[in-house]
């Protein structure tokens, strides 16, 4: 499997090229950046989950994910992957603000994938914040929101940043996720999600995860979804 270069002007693979890496069974099989698989490597990550190996290719290649596997799959790595290889491709540095939205249902989760996060971006150079209710002071972050290239946070906080931090900016945004999409997209966060999806620049890519895969077709065109791909992974145990 030649690995394309690093540094390609577009910030995905050509489209049809995820078929040459749908036999990947390995990190390092796929076309990754020299930063990206040292950070895998670091953290001891080697052989690919069946989440990751079914949504990688795809994902790598720009098209949006709907990928439902259950809790403690891997799933976490099968959004971080591409962000960080699309920030790297489109060469995304500190004036290009923020580039990827990442959402979590709970305070607790939106920390678990920051750690993750940092872990294995760790030999990028992008700045991450992790934008969550009640721990941090909200003055604070709004300084500093504007700079940040990949925001983890919660629809409350996110939604408190668009309506009060003055000239919050995500007019750039190449990649939003939406982690537990099932309970994002539930009754609870309806509101929040509606108001900052309208927010959103529509041209981009976009990931729902979730540990059931998510039909309704009006969240779906909601989320302007581009010809997803609907990945269901049911591993053996
Ligand atoms: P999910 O979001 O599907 O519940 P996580 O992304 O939180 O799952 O991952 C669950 C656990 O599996 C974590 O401890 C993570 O470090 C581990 N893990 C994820 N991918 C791999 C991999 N490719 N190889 C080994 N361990 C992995
Ligand atoms: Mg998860």
Not at 38 to 64: E, F, V, W
Not at 185 to 190: E, T
Request: charged share 25%.
């Amino acid at each position: 499997l030649p690995p394309l270069p690093e540094k390609s002007p577009i910030g995905r693979l050509p489209d049809g090229t995820f078929s040459r890496y749908a036999g990947a069974e390995k990190f390092s099989q796929l076309p990754l950046s020299k930063k990206t698989k040292d950070g895998l490597n670091q953290a001891k990550y080697k052989k690919m989950t069946d989440i990751q190996r079914a949504s990688l290719p795809h994902s790598l290649c720009g098209r949006d994910i709907l990928g439902a596997a259950k809790t403690g799959s891997g799933k976490t790595l099968a959004f971080i992957i591409p962000i960080l290889e699309k920030l790297n491709r489109s060469r995304w540095g500190p004036e290009d603000g923020v580039g990827c939205i990442i959402m979590s249902p709970t305070r607790e989760l939106a920390n678990q994938l920051f750690n993750v996060l940092k872990s294995v971006g760790k030999y990028h150079g992008f700045s991450a914040g992790l934008l969550i209710g009640g721990r941090k002071d909200v003055d604070e972050e709004k300084v500093h929101v504007n700079s940040l290239n990949i925001l983890v946070c919660t629809p409350g906080r996110l939604l408190q940043h668009m309506d009060e931090t003055p000239n919050f900016d995500c007019s750039g945004l190449q990649v939003l996720v939406l982690d537990e999409a099932d309970r994002i997209l539930d009754v609870g966060f309806k509101k929040e999600l509606n108001a900052i999806i309208s927010q959103l620049p529509k041209h981009r890519q976009t990931f729902l995860f979730s540990a059931t895969q998510t039909k309704s077709v009006q969240d779906l065109a909601r989320l302007s979804l581009k010809d997803p791909e609907y990945l269901s992974v049911h591993e053996e145990s």
